[in-house]
């Protein structure tokens, strides 16, 4: 997939992964559209681009809002025409047990990434696909194939994003558009400053992997979408932590509830 002179779409851009991808991108000669909720922060980044030569514009949303994505469209389409390259990277969602979770935290949690991911996907895939050439990157997480304890409401939006990656690449064979689904493991960014307690949930296990940066993660995503592979994990050991997931579950499950952490003493 050609990067430079394409228009590419990044959610989740005022920080972290998704303001280092649009970087990136731009980097390489692509238009990019940075969409996320903080405007403050979305013009950072575009003057950071802007001021490297790059090319960059702020489109303000909400994107877990079904009729803010549709207002979003209109607005990308009327003023760039249909992107050819849409990356899913907004995400939200704190590691808590299940009976600790409310309905609306549930529901705020399926809201961004799946749902968020699913409206803008089916919003701008007809245009992508009368095109015939485009890519879609969907930036998910390693709960959508091992959860680890207190992380219910977090792992279902995850596995839900990764049944549609799947669903995707199925609907779209042959039509010329690619997909490829990104599962980085622990990355320094302020997700968890966002997200408190939940850092103190991650299970012990993850320490065998390096810490990745956003910028790692970032120039990833753009050589995934150049070369269009289909999966990507990050660092590897994650694709042998998957594999061992579906292949040996019982024992994955053991490991990781072992080196998890444990539910509060009950009186």
Same mark, same amino acid.
């Given at each position: ?83 050819? =390259? ?96 990104? =599962? ?84």
């Amino acid at each position: 997939m050609r990067i430079t002179g394409n228009t590419v779409i990044v959610t989740g851009a005022s920080m972290g992964i998704g303001a280092a991808t649009a970087v990136e991108f731009a980097r390489y000669g692509a238009d990019v559209l940075l969409v996320a909720r903080n405007v403050a922060r979305l013009e950072v980044v575009a003057r950071e681009i802007t001021e490297r030569g790059g090319r960059a514009h702020v489109h303000p949303c909400d994107v877990s809002d079904r009729r803010a994505v549709v207002r979003l469209v209109d607005e990308v389409t009327t003023e760039h025409g249909a992107p050819h =390259i849409l990356v899913n990277n907004a995400g939200a969602g704190r590691f808590r047990f299940i009976d600790d979770t409310t309905g609306e935290e549930f529901e705020r949690m399926a809201a961004v990434p799946y749902l968020a991911a699913g409206y803008l996907t089916t919003a701008l895939l007809p245009a992508m696909v009368d095109r015939g050439v485009g890519h879609i990157v969907n930036v998910n997480s390693p709960a959508s194939r091992v959860v680890w304890p207190a992380s219910a409401g977090y792992a279902a939006s995850r596995y839900g994003l990764r049944g549609l990656t799947e669903a995707l690449r199925v609907d779209l064979k042959g039509t010329g558009i690619g997909v490829t689904e990104i =599962i980085p493991g622990h990355v320094v960014s302020e997700y968890f400053r966002n997200n408190p307690g939940s850092a103190a949930n991650i299970p012990a296990v993850s320490r065998l992997m390096p810490t990745l940066t956003p910028q790692h993660v970032a120039a990833r995503i753009v050589r995934a979408t150049a070369c269009e592979h289909d999966e990507v994990f990050l660092p590897q050991f994650l694709r042998a932590m998957a594999v061992a997931a579906r292949f040996a579950p019982r024992i994955t499950r053991r490991v990781v509830a072992a080196t998890g952490t444990k539910r509060p003493a009950t009186r």
